[in-house]
């Protein structure tokens, strides 16, 4: 049975403890979901996570519907990830733009395999991978996202997808 999400965004509006507590407990699976996709490891996962719900709990007033809380904390979630490691994504010279378009097939790995390949990848490549394979994102957007050029988000996504192939394959 889903959580009445309108009762516990309310209740934590009103920093009623048990509301904030039940709130937490609904959404921190999908939210660590997201943390250990762009983590190293459980620790920084956690961290993120603790960051994120901090932003989580210091905007529900900003929520305009209660019912979309879980698709608006794993946004949130996102961004936190997006902007822990922004700041990591350092421009590439000419030597290193070596793109080479490929495809990576990811259904036939388990999920545990993914997330422990993932967390292999350097922090820049985990965070372009993501982005691109996970959330969506196209090469243009990213590099706006990262203030960055596109040319740097194909080479990084290129790199993630073989150093992925290796280990996986």
């Known amino acids: 049975m889903e959580p009445d ?40 996962a956690q961290d993120l996570l603790q960051e994120g719900f901090i932003k989580v709990f210091e905007n529900l007033r900003r929520l305009r519907d209660p019912r979309k809380v879980g698709s608006w904390a794993y946004r949130l979630m996102v961004n936190t990830c997006i902007n822990h490691y922004k700041g990591m994504v350092k421009p590439l010279s000419l030597d290193d733009l070596d793109y080479e378009p490929e495809s990576f097939p990811m259904d036939p790995f388990g999920a545990e395999e ?45 790199r993630a997808r073989r150093r992925l192939k290796e280990i996986l394959i």
């Open 5 to 44: 999400y309108i009762a516990l965004v309310e209740g934590c509006r009103r920093h009623d403890r048990r509301a904030q507590r039940a709130l937490y407990d609904a959404l921190a699976p999908m939210a660590m979901g997201v943390c250990m996709r762009y983590a190293y490891n459980r620790d920084e």
């Open 114 to 158: 993914m997330v422990a390949a993932m967390q292999s990848l350097t922090p820049q490549q985990r965070l372009v991978f993501n982005l691109v394979q996970v959330e969506g994102y196209d090469y243009d957007e990213v590099a706006r996202e990262l203030h960055c050029a596109p040319s740097t988000v194909r080479t990084l996504i290129s």
